[in-house]
């Protein structure tokens, strides 16, 4: 994979400097760590690669209008503004010209809308559980769907607005729930049946049908965690409230990874990220949402330590990750026909 003078740009949310401006944790809670940044940099020198750290989307901006460049550009950002904010700096490269890892702006607009991706999965027949959205709250009167529900807000990640109250028992509770929803995230709110079984997450990487899944891993609460919900208090407090068990060569595991990789090839994601699912009282499983982002702290984020688990190393994994995008953009003679034309 080395090439010589191939330049890589790193674009991402620092959650720190994100912080010191003045935002709130949870506002900041799916911004990245400065070690995963320097974690991500250390593997691309290791591969020979010059790289050169350019920071959030305004940032990307004042470099692109300055006339910077680069053969390809590892972008994490998530963005903070907008139900689009991960679609902002895939936007401002594809007006560039310029080839990055991981999925598009269409695929990353998309995906955030937790409503809009379900539609897409079950158009191409992947299982979900049914769904309505609540723009307002005269919308909770069309619900007919059975008790009991779960309900998040449309377009948030890292468990953001997910609590011990997701899953509601009746209609005050929903309506209840609801209003909070609405007032505190300033979004609509998906409302969709409750799942009663297993949580799984699968880490994929690679594109379309060059997609593998990496690992399964089924995630289970412990005890003082908040019950029945991957929360965002247990996600924040993983270490001493989650398990996670990588799932053995199974009919189990083949299941799960088939209806994952289903919904990673309909929403057309690209290099490297996570679905999430659950099943239903039946065991069958469910898609539930997707992940084109996935966190890539070495120690702590999901994706790394799935691969950690199946005995793929942190520099393996974003090896993987950036082959995928070269193999997209031409393989080792992007930089070649870049500066060609």
Known sequence: MKQATFRIGMTYDLRDAYLEEGYSEIETAELDRVDTIDSIESVLLGLGYEVDRIGNVKQLAKRLVNGDSWDLVFNICEGMHGI??????????????????????????????????????????VATPDYLIVHKMSDIKTVELDFPLFAKPIAEGTGKGITAKSKVNNLAELQRLCRELLKEHKQPV????????????????????????????????????????????????????????????????????????????????????????????????????????????????????????????????????????????????????????
């Open 190 to 341: 998906l409302v969709e049946r409750f799942l009663p079984g297993r949580e799984f997450t699968v880490g994929i990487t690679g594109t379309g049908s060059n997609a593998v899944a990496l690992a399964t891993l089924e995630i289970v609460l412990l005890e003082g965690a908040e019950s029945e919900v991957y929360s965002y208090h247990n996600k924040e407090n993983c270490e001493e409230l989650v398990e996670y068990r990588l799932v053995p060569p199974s009919a189990l595991k083949r299941q799960v990874e088939a209806v994952a990789l289903g919904a990673w090839r309909a929403l057309g994601c690209r290099d490297g990220g996570r679905i999430d699912l659950r099943q239903d009282q039946h065991g069958q499983t469910h898609f539930i949402e997707v992940n084109p982002l996935a966190g890539l702290h070495p120690e702590h984020s999901d994706l790394p330590i799935m691969a950690t688990m199946c005995g793929v190393s942190y520099t393996s994994l974003i090896t993987r990750i950036l082959q995928s995008a070269l193999d997209r953009c031409g393989g080792l003679q992007l930089a070649a026909v870049r500066h060609a034309t």
């Open 84 to 125: 689009a904010r991960e679609a902002q700096v895939p936007a401002l490269l594809d007006a560039y010209r310029i080839p990055y890892v991981f999925s598009d702006a269409l695929i990353c607009a998309l995906t955030l809308h937790k409503g809009i991706t379900k539609d897409v999965v079950r158009a191409a027949q």
